[in-house]
């Protein structure tokens, strides 16, 4: 029976593990480096993983986006290598479309001079009809996004990005100000980020959005000229036949085979998410294959030295058994010293792993959520393990350190108590 509550055994355990402090340390030091390296990758995997797909999945997974190439097949008498442009009357047909909950469309982006009094800054302008401002995920930090009057009117309206407005005028709120883009004035309406990931600017912290009727209307002349489509279908919509559905379209409007894959290039977001997310779990897949196997060496580092503590007490075994200790009791104690030693080693590399990513929620998380341009959302993401994979992860500690131990502790009861005490 193993006595847990007994002081003297305890004592034995340490007194035990301390006879040869160097070799227990350096044996240790192979669990504690396997435990830092899983946890310490599973949390900055699973971090990324959640990272990259919660924003993904947040921001219309179900989404398609659609843009126009040049033709490969001669079509009704319509030549091979052809260029064509989409339209709005292409978004209109396929806001139709069964299933369809959204169809938005992207006007054309330029490079212009944003100037503010007598200070110019270099900018792009992106016009957005409000499904792609809904589909792209722009949300408004102070004042508003466009609506259905700025577009039905074609005001002179625009929004500026978050990190442009400061540089504007100071740090002053720029809503109501006006701005020249171009030889064009504009009101600025609304500060905004861009909480989508999926589709990017030239460059997001100078892109200004202005209505796709107004950039319509001034610049494109009244083409309608469309240089990129969105769709989103409904929760349990088949995005591929939406799609397949849109690329029929464009096909019957535009004179274009519907064999001619070359003439349309798209994508759709839940794929992309699928083989992210199966990328990730991949990943983290490989990150418990190769930190439980160098924890695996570890283990195999304790029983190898425990094997050899059960030889050097060969005597104090035998001691032992001539007095009538149990089976039972050899074991017991073996085990104990075995997994005490895996588990101060397991703690301590997990305690620091915790530390390290601790560290990095500080320091990388905030520059990675930075540099990719993500929202200030509610999401709290991190970089520590979760909690439940935590106790996985000293749960399979445990279990190594119990392991490590039976082949010794079954080697100790091996030894016949005469032959022992015949030994010098």
């Not at 260029?83 to 292409?90: E, K």
């Not at 020249?180 to 959005?209: A, C, H, L």
């Not at 992210?276 to 418990?288: E, H």
Request: net charge negative; hydrophobic share 45%; charged share 20%.
């Amino acid at each position: 029976m193993i006595r847990v509550l007994d002081i003297e055994w305890w004592n034995e355990i340490f007194q035990s593990l301390g006879r040869n402090r160097r070799r227990s340390i350096f044996t240790a030091l192979g669990v504690v480096w396997g435990t830092f390296m899983l946890v310490l990758l599973l949390g900055v995997g699973m971090g990324l993983s959640d990272i990259v797909t919660g924003e993904m999945a947040d921001n219309a997974s179900n989404t398609t986006y659609m843009f126009s190439q040049q033709t490969s097949v001669p079509y009704k008498g319509m030549k091979s290598g052809r260029w064509w442009n989409m339209d709005y009357h292409d978004v209109e047909q396929m806001s139709g479309i069964p299933e369809v909950e959204t169809a938005g469309a992207m006007g054309s982006s330029r490079s212009f001079k944003l100037i503010y009094g007598v200070i110019a800054h270099d900018s792009y302008t992106a016009a957005y009809d409000l499904g792609f401002q809904k589909i792209d995920g722009i949300q408004a930090v102070e004042g508003r996004l466009l609506n259905r009057i700025d577009m039905k009117e074609r005001r002179k309206v625009c929004l500026i990005p978050k990190e442009l407005a400061p540089r504007i005028d100071g740090g002053n709120s720029m809503i109501g100000k006006t701005v020249k883009i171009g030889d064009t004035n504009f009101t600025i309406v609304g500060t905004y980020v861009k909480t989508s990931q999926t589709f990017m600017f030239n460059d997001p912290d100078r892109t200004v959005i202005i209505p796709y009727t107004t950039d319509n209307y001034l610049f494109s002349r009244g083409n309608m000229y469309v240089s990129a489509i969105a769709v989103t279908g409904d929760i349990d919509a088949d995005q591929a036949s939406i799609e397949e559905s849109c690329r029929m379209i464009l096909s019957e409007n535009h004179l274009i085979s519907p064999d001619d894959d070359k003439a349309f290039y798209s994508f759709n977001t839940k794929e992309i998410l699928d083989k992210v997310k199966g990328l990730f779990s991949g990943v983290i897949f490989l990150t418990w294959f190769v930190g439980a196997g160098t924890l695996l060496a570890g283990i195999i580092g304790i029983s190898n030295i425990m094997l050899i503590i059960v030889r050097e007490r060969r005597q104090e075994i035998g001691v032992r058994r001539a007095l009538g200790a149990r089976p039972d009791e050899i074991i017991g104690q073996v085990l104990a010293e075995s997994s005490v030693l895996s588990l101060i080693a397991g703690i301590i590399g997990m305690t620091a792993a915790i530390l390290i990513q601790g560290l990095l929620d500080k320091t990388l998380l905030p520059v990675i959520l930075q540099d990719t341009y993500m929202s200030e959302t509610v999401h709290a993401y991190t970089l520590q393990l979760p909690f439940g994979t935590a106790l996985l992860a000293f749960g399979l500690i445990l279990a190594g350190s119990l392991a490590a131990g039976i082949l010794p502790a079954y080697k100790a009861i091996d030894i016949n108590a005469v032959d022992a005490l015949r030994e010098e």
